[in-house]
């Protein structure tokens, strides 16, 4: 019995090394975000209504990992989207629709992930806006054109973000069409590169879609814009003072043979008697926080965005003029409230189409009867 008792001793300090060698770890975590909007004009009307998410959305999600020696590790990610107004799933009822991946992480190469995910552009360039970071849609750019509100995310990707080095990150994306004899129907690839120095922080970031918005394939029903081809050209800049942030941010986004969008239906975008070219858009934003003492700090952005809208029957170039404002108060480490305020106008082009009148989505009522929208929102935060 003596050399069965020492096998299993043996057999048991092997397992215990094994698992004290191969660590592993599985955190839940989210956040519950609701709140009471106000909108000057929503189809003619102004409205009160509930407003689940925004700032943040409300989410729920698992992150894990697994150490496997030498410096490397197995990590995914799932993590749903839901409004808590009414339980139901976001991102089009997806279960894990805010991302799903999985992937190697490396202490000296980097981290390599595939599945649903975030681009570069959002990862390194969207922090720079009002939107990407603290104030969400009431920042966002006219219709989230450059997606910096985080509106769609990316299926079949595999996605490449190497260490810091020196202050320096660089971020590359590929996403397949899965489509047999359409590889480049809806595929989209991105890079986007981040430096930090202190204080500062400078970004560069480039995206291409490839007929986005079809059924399947890297971007679908999420889509900002469906057409031909889309390009995004993102670059900020920031600097963080002691009890003060201020950022500097600047897109430009190509759209040929555009169709709809997310926020612009079909119906109510196509110019009379003809159809659309391509639209341009150059959106220039500068915005900024202040930390107060007791958990306060203040937010404000303010962004211009000029437009090439060119179609069959002629060219157009509106303008749309956006402020947006924010108090926020933190209860505690986990709990906050915030009061919002957000006014957009456009200089209309008379198009004839939904661009001629203002939207703040998701906030907003819907589509104003004018060139003017203004919305005003209470909300708390709890994260967990």
């Known amino acids: 019995m003596k050399p069965i008792r020492y096998q299993h001793a043996c057999a048991v300090m092997f397992l215990i090394a094994g698992a004290a060698h191969a660590q592993s770890s599985v955190t839940l975590y989210g956040v519950v975000t609701d709140g009471l909007n106000f909108t000057s004009n929503g189809g003619g009307h102004t409205s009160f209504r509930m407003q689940s998410g925004d700032v943040p959305n409300s989410r729920w999600g698992l992150l894990g990992s697994e150490d496997l020696g030498g410096g490397y590790k197995a990590v995914f990610r799932l993590e749903n989207g839901f409004d808590v107004n009414t339980g139901a799933l976001q991102q089009g009822g997806r279960e894990f629709g805010r991302q799903a991946y999985v992937g190697l992480a490396s202490d000296r190469y980097g981290t390599l992930t595939l599945g649903r995910q975030y681009d570069p552009t959002v990862d390194l360039f969207s922090g720079f806006t009002g939107a990407g970071s603290w104030a969400g849609v009431a920042a966002g750019h006219p219709f989230d054109n450059d997606n910096t509100d985080w509106d769609f995310r990316v299926n079949n990707a595999i996605k490449y973000v190497s260490q810091n080095w020196h202050g320096l990150t660089v971020e590359g994306m590929y996403a397949f069409s899965d489509q047999a004899g359409g590889f480049a129907d809806n595929r989209l690839y991105s890079a986007a590169v981040q430096y930090q120095n202190g204080g500062l922080r400078a970004a560069a970031a480039y995206l291409k879609i490839n007929n986005g918005g079809l059924a399947t394939g890297a971007v679908t029903s999420d889509t900002v814009f469906t057409g031909s081809s889309e390009q995004n050209i993102d670059a900020g800049v920031s600097y963080r003072f002691e009890k003060a942030q201020v950022s500097l941010a600047y897109s430009h986004v190509d759209m040929y043979d555009p169709t709809a969008g997310v926020w612009l239906p079909a119906a109510g975008v196509q110019p009379r008697g ?34 090439r809208l060119a179609s069959t029957v002629g060219e157009y170039s509106p303008k749309w003029h956006q402020l947006a404002l924010m108090l926020n108060y933190d209860l ?9 305020g957000a006014y957009q106008h456009v200089v209309s082009a008379h198009t004839g189409t939904d661009f001629d009148f203002a939207q703040i989505p998701l906030i907003g009522a819907g589509l104003s009867s004018s060139v003017n929208q203004g919305v005003i929102r209470v909300a708390m935060v709890h994260r967990f």
């Open 274 to 307: 003809g159809k659309w070219n391509a639209w341009k858009f150059n959106n220039i934003e500068v915005n900024g926080q202040y930390f107060l003492p007791h958990g306060f700090s203040v937010g404000a952005a303010y962004t211009f965005t000029a437009a």
């Open 332 to 340: 505690s480490k986990r709990t906050a409230v915030y009061l919002q």
